[in-house]
Antibody, heavy 122, light 108 residues
């Protein structure tokens, strides 16, 4: 069974930093690209970032570029999101998701975690 | 960036009725990169359809997807009580991956 379990969500002040983690199990983690998707309270889904299977390729939404960094540790089957210079508009539930396509990113998102809540507020 | 616009915003229907949801892209997209997701309150989204028309594993055949170019449709042939939810379309071929704003299917 594929499981994605996010952690690290907290209440943080504007300008602060946070690191989210996602522990993956039930599949060969280092065969797949992984993504972060967020959802502000009562709003729709917003794609945040993707990282290739080997960590070599990363892409970001314009809204987080230069502030967020995605990374992975394949030896620990874990995905991370380092979030710096946080803004109130970054308040959201952050989901870790798995790309369906092996090796190359470019597939739909076939498994999702339950999310971790980040609240940016003074 | 491809902007996806979903309509209607809310669809009020009764169980057993047919639901037709629309997703329009701001530019032509390759249909192999168009997906639909279902999200129920308090739950993570679930992949329903990818490649515009291929059902994901375990998805009932009352769900079907169609379309090409800029116009895509998700059809639920006969609504079951568990189908009342929010549905999102997504273009996933390249970054930035984009989602539509969602269509809520509610019980009339």
């Amino acid at each position: 069974e594929v499981l994605l379990v996010e952690s690290g969500g907290l209440v943080v002040q504007p300008g602060g930093s946070l690191r989210l983690a996602c522990a993956a199990s039930g599949f060969t983690f280092d065969n797949y690209a992984m993504h972060w998707v967020r959802q502000a309270p009562g709003k729709g889904l917003e794609w945040v970032s993707v990282i290739g299977w080997d960590g070599g390729d990363t892409y970001y939404a314009d809204s987080v570029k230069g502030r967020f960094t995605i990374s992975r540790d394949n030896s620990k089957s874990s995905l991370y999101l380092q979030m710096n210079s946080l803004r109130t508009e970054d308040t959201a539930l952050y989901y870790c998701t798995k790309d369906k396509r092996q090796w190359l990113a470019g597939g739909p998102f076939d498994y999702w975690g339950q999310g971790t809540l980040v609240t940016v507020s003074s | 960036e491809t902007v996806l616009t979903q309509s209607p915003g809310t669809l009020s229907l009764s169980p057993g009725e047919r639901a037709t949801l629309s997703c329009r892209a701001s530019q032509s997209v390759n249909s192999i990169y168009l997906a639909w997701y279902q999200q129920k309150p308090g739950q993570a989204p679930r992949l329903l359809i990818y490649g515009a028309s291929t059902r994901a594993t375990g998805i009932p055949d009352r769900f079907s997807g169609s379309g090409s170019g800029t116009d895509f449709t998700l059809t639920i042939s006969r609504l079951e009580p568990e189908d009342f939810a929010v549905y999102y379309c997504q273009h996933y071929g390249r970054s930035p991956r984009t989602f539509g704003q969602g269509t809520k299917v509610e019980i009339k």
